[in-house]
């Protein structure tokens, strides 16, 4: 991924221009950087929403667009107002990469169920190509001092965690590895190259000063585990709880 230089995480409108043709695209953020950075991947990914811009983007490259500030907008309530300015005087649906003549802000807007259920089933239905771009742009990304500070001592809320772990259980209660995924895996597994030794001293240091895990801990974690085998073989766990201990994470005889 190539480098770009910092700017600032102001709300305000932008501008994507190409350098070729003197086409522009203009939006508003809130977190301009963060709007800049989703832009980009998306495009080089291939799966921008913007088709014009996509398509521009495709045959130009990354190089012969710029990414720039117009106006900075303290207060988020006018950034549509002053998006549809600059869309206006910059004629940006007749003569740029703009698609609506209105401008519009997706501040606050959710996605009804439908829209999630293709969303979900887009992402796990990806093809191969798109995978294949989205990984080629996230090579290489450099993990900075500041990204790994941000996300330190960072927690889930209690109400994301419910939701991650539901969506999770219901996940594994239907799916179920192909015998190629198996495979690939498996693959994987056997060409994965030996862990240099300033890995193994990393891992060694990290273990080393590692607080113990207390039995409540344990316990739950075993009880986790066990409803997992319970679920995937059909036994209600208080019947499954009392096999013999050697049968607690297989598959059992139908």
Same mark, same amino acid.
């Given at each position: 991924?190539k480098?770009?230089p910092?700017?600032?995480k102001e709300?305000?409108i932008?501008?994507? !221009?190409?350098k070729?043709?003197g086409?522009?695209?203009?939006?508003?953020a809130?977190?301009?950087?963060k709007r800049?950075?989703e832009?980009?991947r998306?495009?080089?990914?291939g799966?921008h929403a913007?088709?014009?811009l996509q398509?521009s983007?495709n +045959?130009?490259?990354e190089?012969?667009?710029v990414?720039?500030?117009i106006?900075?907008?303290? #207060?988020v309530?006018c950034?549509?107002e002053? =998006?549809q300015?600059?869309?206006?005087?910059?004629?940006?649906? *007749?003569?740029?990469?703009?698609i609506s003549p209105?401008?519009g802000?997706?501040?606050?807007? +959710?996605?009804t169920a439908? $829209?999630?259920? +293709?969303?979900s089933?887009?992402?796990f239905?990806?093809?191969a =190509?798109t995978r294949? %771009?989205?990984?080629?742009?996230g090579k290489g990304?450099?993990?900075?001092?500041?990204?790994r500070e !941000?996300?330190t001592?960072w %927690?889930?809320?209690?109400?994301a965690?419910?939701k991650m772990s539901a969506?999770?259980?219901a996940?594994?209660?239907?799916h179920e590895?192909?015998p190629?995924s198996i495979? *690939?895996?498996?693959e994987?597994?056997?060409?994965r190259p030996?862990m240099t030794e300033?890995? %193994?001293? !990393?891992m060694r240091?990290?273990?080393?000063?590692?607080?113990?895990i207390?039995? =409540?801990?344990?316990? +739950? *974690?075993s009880?986790?585990?066990?409803r997992f085998y319970?679920?995937k073989?059909?036994?209600?766990?208080?019947v499954y709880?009392?096999q013999? *201990?050697? #049968?607690?994470?297989?598959?059992?005889a $139908?």
């Amino acid at each position: 991924m190539k480098s770009r230089p910092s700017i600032t995480k102001e709300s305000g409108i932008y501008c994507i !221009k190409n350098k070729v043709n003197g086409k522009v695209y203009i939006g508003s953020a809130i977190n301009l950087q963060k709007r800049r950075n989703e832009h980009y991947r998306r495009l080089n990914a291939g799966i921008h929403a913007n088709r014009r811009l996509q398509h521009s983007w495709n +045959k130009y490259g990354e190089a012969a667009f710029v990414f720039s500030i117009i106006e900075l907008v303290n #207060d988020v309530s006018c950034l549509v107002e002053r =998006e549809q300015f600059w869309i206006d005087s910059l004629e940006a649906v *007749r003569s740029g990469y703009n698609i609506s003549p209105r401008a519009g802000s997706q501040l606050g807007m +959710k996605h009804t169920a439908e $829209a999630r259920a +293709k969303i979900s089933a887009w992402g796990f239905n990806m093809p191969a =190509e798109t995978r294949a %771009k989205i990984s080629a742009a996230g090579k290489g990304r450099p993990w900075t001092p500041a990204m790994r500070e !941000k996300r330190t001592g960072w %927690k889930h809320t209690d109400e994301a965690k419910a939701k991650m772990s539901a969506a999770i259980k219901a996940h594994n209660a239907t799916h179920e590895r192909s015998p190629e995924s198996i495979a *690939r895996f498996c693959e994987a597994r056997r060409n994965r190259p030996p862990m240099t030794e300033e890995t %193994k001293a !990393k891992m060694r240091a990290s273990h080393a000063n590692r607080q113990p895990i207390s039995p =409540e801990t344990r316990a +739950k *974690r075993s009880e986790t585990l066990l409803r997992f085998y319970a679920a995937k073989n059909g036994v209600p766990y208080e019947v499954y709880v009392l096999q013999p *201990r050697r #049968d607690h994470h297989r598959r059992l005889a $139908a």
